[in-house]
């Protein structure tokens, strides 16, 4: 097994992220998602939220805006980054997301695997509010092709 393993339950990256109006209103666009709970502040609060609410998929806006560039990770796991696959992504929300919110996150390599023809690499991002409260875990699985 690599030396790879032995940074397994590390700390990747840790960030901050400033949450802003128009980042939501971008990702519900993108995604083609016109639910109103993303774009209009009265919708929303009528019926019981503080204000519009990320949509499901803003993780990914999060870490492209705030989070670690794609070579820094490469060069922290030692990828070669012509060979790298993105396999999977999942997000588990346990509460909203909302503009104004200053965001943290901490990104750690959960699992490292190596296999004959490619090595897979499972990340976990943990998001917390202002509040010290979590909203978000991002997993990821990052696939480098031998």
């Known amino acids: 097994m690599s030396d790879l393993s032995k940074m397994i339950g590390t700390e990747l990256t840790s960030f901050s992220y400033a949450v802003e109006r128009g980042k939501i209103r971008e990702t519900a666009l993108a995604i083609g998602d016109e639910n109103p709970l993303y774009t209009d502040p009265e919708y929303a609060r009528a019926r019981g939220y503080r204000?519009?609410?990320a949509p499901p998929t803003?993780?990914?806006?999060?870490?492209?805006?705030?989070?670690q560039d794609f070579m820094a990770l490469c060069r922290k796991l030692q990828l070669n980054p012509v060979k790298v696959l993105h396999g999977e992504q999942e997000y588990q929300y346990f509460g909203e997301i909302y503009p104004g919110d200053t965001l943290n996150a901490c990104c750690l390599l959960k699992n490292y695997i190596?296999?004959?023809q490619m090595s897979i690499f499972i990340l976990?991002?943990?998001?917390?509010n202002q509040n010290g409260e979590?909203?978000?875990?991002?997993?990821?699985?990052?696939?480098?092709k031998k």
Request: proline share 3%; charged share 25%.
């Open 134 to 144: 979590k909203v978000l875990v991002s997993r990821s699985t990052v696939i480098e």
């Open 58 to 67: 803003f993780g990914i806006c999060i870490d492209f805006w705030g989070g």
């Open 114 to 116: 190596e296999k004959p």
């Open 124 to 128: 976990e991002t943990t998001y917390s």
């Open 51 to 53: 204000d519009v609410i």
